[in-house]
């Protein structure tokens, strides 16, 4: 069901888009994930490639059975709520019903929200505009950093302090400036291994 207005129980959220796909970032790169995209973020990266989402009025209001049905149509076993900025809704009806099928629920956000939800997989990305909580810092699975120049690699070595010890640690050039970051990267990865490189696999993929 589809309709329009708020609300902020989480059984009812702003869908800005949702597909079957293959995770093309992070860790988890070439997994087959279905993605729903929520909308709301007041981060305003001016990088972000997702500005159609920032706006969660201009998108639907669509209950959490619906999503959850159309996961299990596509035989899906992971689903990977993205937005926008998910956390600014509550995620917890959301990923108990998604669990309660068996599906595994993995989370992308900047951290900038409160935590809410049950998830078997964190990603942070944090944004110098809105600095991750230190709530969600202690439990992400993987700390994800946009480089767009070399001042990132200090910001990306200040949160790398700040996550839990079991934390992957990945660096991922920004996609517009990936010809003249990529370098400085894998050289950056060489001299420090503790981090991976992270491309937008997708994206060499051509598919969303
Ligand atoms: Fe875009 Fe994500 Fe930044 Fe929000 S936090 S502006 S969705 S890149």
């Known amino acids: 069901m589809k309709t329009t207005g708020t609300d902020i129980s989480g059984h009812m959220l702003p869908l800005v888009e949702e597909f079957y796909s293959v995770q093309g ?4 790169t070439g997994r087959a994930a279905y993605f729903v995209r929520i909308g709301g973020c007041d981060v305003c990266c ?7 989402s920032w706006n969660a009025e201009l998108h639907p209001m669509v ?3 619906s999503i959850a049905a159309n996961v299990a149509a596509a035989g899906a076993d992971s689903v990977v709520v993205t937005g926008g900025e998910p956390l600014m809704w509550d995620m917890g009806p959301l990923c108990d019903l998604l669990r309660s099928g068996g599906t595994e629920t993995f989370l992308e956000t900047s951290g900038a929200y409160p ?3 049950k998830w078997d997989w964190i ?3 944090p944004k110098k505009n809105s600095p991750p909580l230190p709530e969600i810092l202690n439990v992400a699975n993987e700390l994800k950093v946009v480089i767009q120049d070399g001042t990132d690699f200090e910001e990306a070595e200040k949160y ?3 996550v ?3 934390c992957k640690l990945l660096l991922q050039p920004e996609w517009s400036r990936y010809r003249e970051m990529i370098s400085a990267i894998t050289e950056y990865v060489k001299k420090n291994p503790r981090w991976r490189v992270s491309l937008q696999a997708h994206k060499f993929m051509h598919i969303p």
């Not at 001016?46 to 159609?52: A, E, F, G, I």
Request: glycine residues 16%; negative net charge; aromatic residues 8%.
């Open 115 to 117: 935590l809410t939800g």
């Open 46 to 52: 001016s990088w972000c490639d997702t500005k159609y």
């Open 25 to 28: 970032e992070g860790i988890n």
């Open 160 to 162: 790398s302090h700040k």
């Open 123 to 125: 990603t942070l990305s």
């Open 63 to 65: 209950d959490i059975e």
């Open 164 to 166: 839990g010890p079991g």
